[in-house]
């Protein structure tokens, strides 16, 4: 049976079993997609007949590339590019011409030809974006160190593919290897020189659409205010720039992503991002499945030993690069490991200059077989590199690395507060009470925070407050107060039912963070609830009204009475929190009788006398 909807059922398939069962077992949803790729094959099931067929696929769903790239340029604001020139141009240039220089060098002593060895050097010095920023954003690590100079170096590697498409019709001495099929474009037949030239004129024409085209052609389609035209506006852009760089012969997701980063600043950004995202996931799990299915087999098969050994050489080419440029960067040997493997691979871009280069005669055919298979094989071990280093190597660096346990300081002297946590939110308490002559024996679980407060003069001890025996030590019987500043629902509830069941006749008072977290505190009882944004949101609005012209005092008494309000009607909402319909109505409710409440306060007579808080009418000279 064949056919395009058997086609899609068989696909979508394998993707939902394997990759949740890859996600499972920690590997990545990348590796579940070239998995599933790989079963549907010519190697596996056999969906996909043969290497040709799955060319074709990967082809199609390249847009998904497309796409990615596109929203990636959409976040690159080019005043932040400016602010990344540092990262970009010494790691992210390093790591490209050092790579692109050691790979042409390797080529050189195996005999290859130097023209040959420099597109191959160049197209293997890139990484794969997809794969990299996939697995960062899945193990939460964008923002880390080596978060944030794998997007640096990738950037740079993005921005390459321009000068790297513009020199290789330059090294083009040989006829076209593609008989027959035209690939090329406009630029087929051209010479070198005329297709550089055309190269960078279809790139300036996309900056100039960029600026002066999209703008007004989106704020057009705004108006109609129906969202599947503005989508079908985002998709015809991608489209059309995807078909003006094809036409030249150009890599489409290098115009998306310049047009992007060009339309960074419109007000159409966000509206972009929702729109396309959606497209750009399902198509980017088609094209890694199309990647496992173009693995051509045959080829590794015939000569393992070679091809596994120039995957790997690559492979270890690029980690020594990178892990040369983490320790200059001062990257810990933990992240730099993550760093260097993590970018080890070949870019899904590299595909396109094999591509380039065939059709320019610099590759042969047996040449450009070789080297996809080399890049779908290192897209294939990346992910079981990093999940043999998230499993066994970085746990034993941890572990060794691990400082030892620290005791709990021995508490001396008792007194009627206990005031646990002593981050920002604590220690601003802490202050407080001991500027107005309380004492508070003061323990917190963060021995570099402990350490710190003790140098600065704080009597803190370091300790688990969950703990029986050092509520004990602390003197919890005797003591009058309890307060929890702790940013931890989980730890909070623990404490307050430590407190509840041994020292009930202490009154415990807790930090929370919103409304959602006080619900979950006030099902088990706890009525001491303070959240941390509130009173300072009331203090801000208190503060604009005064600069509206509004008394001193008539302030002070609406912000008591709101937060009497807002106290009230927390109460009833918690009643309604798991009905989300039933809430919302609730919730409008409150905040009309509030409203309601608040004016009728306003329009009494109090204000007449309200003169007294006013500074300014102290000051006033008398008569």
Not at 169 to 193: K, N, R, Y
Request: net charge neutral.
């Amino acid at each position: 049976m064949d056919g395009f909807l058997f086609n899609a059922i068989i696909y979508i398939l394998a993707a939902i079993v394997c990759v949740p069962i890859a996600k499972k077992l920690g590997m990545g949803s990348v590796l579940g997609y070239l998995i599933a790729g790989i079963l549907v094959g010519p190697y596996g099931f056999g969906f996909i007949k043969d290497e040709t067929q799955g060319q074709d696929i990967m082809h199609s769903t390249e847009f998904g590339v497309v796409m990615m790239l596109f929203l990636i340029g959409l976040e690159l604001e080019p005043k932040n590019l400016w602010k990344m020139r540092d990262l970009i141009l010494k790691v992210g240039l390093t790591q490209v011409l050092v790579t692109a220089g050691l790979i042409f060098g390797f080529g050189l002593a195996l005999g290859v030809d130097w023209r040959i060895s420099l597109a191959a050097g160049f197209s293997m010095a890139l990484s794969s974006t997809a794969i990299v920023l996939q697995s960062l954003k899945e193990k939460n690590q964008l923002d880390s160190p080596s978060g944030k100079m794998s997007f640096g170096v990738l950037l740079m590697q993005d921005i390459a593919v321009i000068p790297i498409l513009a020199i290789l019709p330059l090294l083009a001495v040989a006829v076209p290897a593609t008989s027959g099929e035209s690939h090329g474009g406009l630029l087929e037949h051209q010479p070198g020189w005329m297709q550089t030239l055309m190269i960078f004129g279809a790139i300036g024409l996309v900056v100039f659409l960029g600026r002066f085209g999209f703008g007004p052609l989106l704020n057009w389609v705004s108006k109609t205010k129906l969202r599947e035209l503005f989508t079908a506006s985002a998709l015809l852009i991608v489209v059309g720039i995807a078909f003006l760089m094809e036409l030249v012969g150009l890599s489409p997701a290098l115009g998306t992503f310049l047009a992007g980063v060009i339309l960074a600043n419109s007000p159409y950004k966000h509206a972009l991002e929702s729109d396309l995202d959606p497209f750009k996931g399902l198509l980017l799990g088609l094209f890694f499945m199309a990647v496992g299915a173009t693995i051509n087999f045959n080829l590794i098969f015939s000569d393992v030993g070679t091809v596994l050994s120039l995957t790997l050489g690559v492979m270890i080419i690029k980690s020594l690069v990178l892990t040369g440029i983490g320790y200059a960067k001062k990257l810990s040997l933990s992240e730099n490991l993550g760093f260097s493997i993590g970018l080890a691979q070949v870019s899904e871009f590299s595909f396109v200059t094999y591509a380039f280069a065939l059709q320019l005669g610099i590759f042969a055919t047996s040449t450009s077989d070789l080297l996809m298979a080399i890049t779908a094989l290192s897209m294939t071990f990346t992910p079981i590199l990093s999940l043999g280093l998230d499993k066994l190597i970085l746990p034993v660096l941890e572990k060794r690395n691990e400082k030892p346990k620290r005791e709990a300081d021995s508490i001396e002297g008792k007194n009627k507060v206990i005031l646990v946590g002593f981050s920002h939110f604590g220690s601003t308490m802490g202050r407080f009470l001991r500027a107005n002559g309380v004492e508070a024996t003061v323990m917190d679980y963060n021995p570099d925070q402990v350490d710190l407060l003790r140098k600065m003069g704080f009597k803190v001890y370091f300790g688990d407050a969950t703990r029986l025996d050092l509520l004990h030590a602390a003197g919890a019987e005797t003591a009058k107060i309890l307060i929890s500043a702790i940013n931890s629902t989980e730890t909070n509830k623990k404490l307050f039912e430590l407190c509840r069941e041994h020292f009930p006749n202490l009154e415990v008072m807790i930090r929370a963070k919103n409304r959602y977290e006080a619900f979950e505190l006030m099902e088990l009882g706890v009525e001491n609830i303070y959240r941390e944004h509130l009173d300072t949101s009331i203090r801000m609005g208190q503060e604009a009204l005064e600069k509206l012209g509004f008394r001193a005092y008539t302030v002070q008494r609406l912000a008591a009475q709101f937060r009497k309000y807002d106290e009230d009607s927390l109460k009833i909402l918690a009643q309604y929190k798991n009905n989300q319909s039933e809430y919302i109505s609730r919730v409008r409710k409150q905040i009309e009788i509030q409203e309601t409440l608040l004016s009728g306060e306003l329009s009494r007579k109090f204000s007449l006398n309200d003169h007294a808080w006013d500074s300014d009418q102290m000051k006033e000279p008398k008569n």
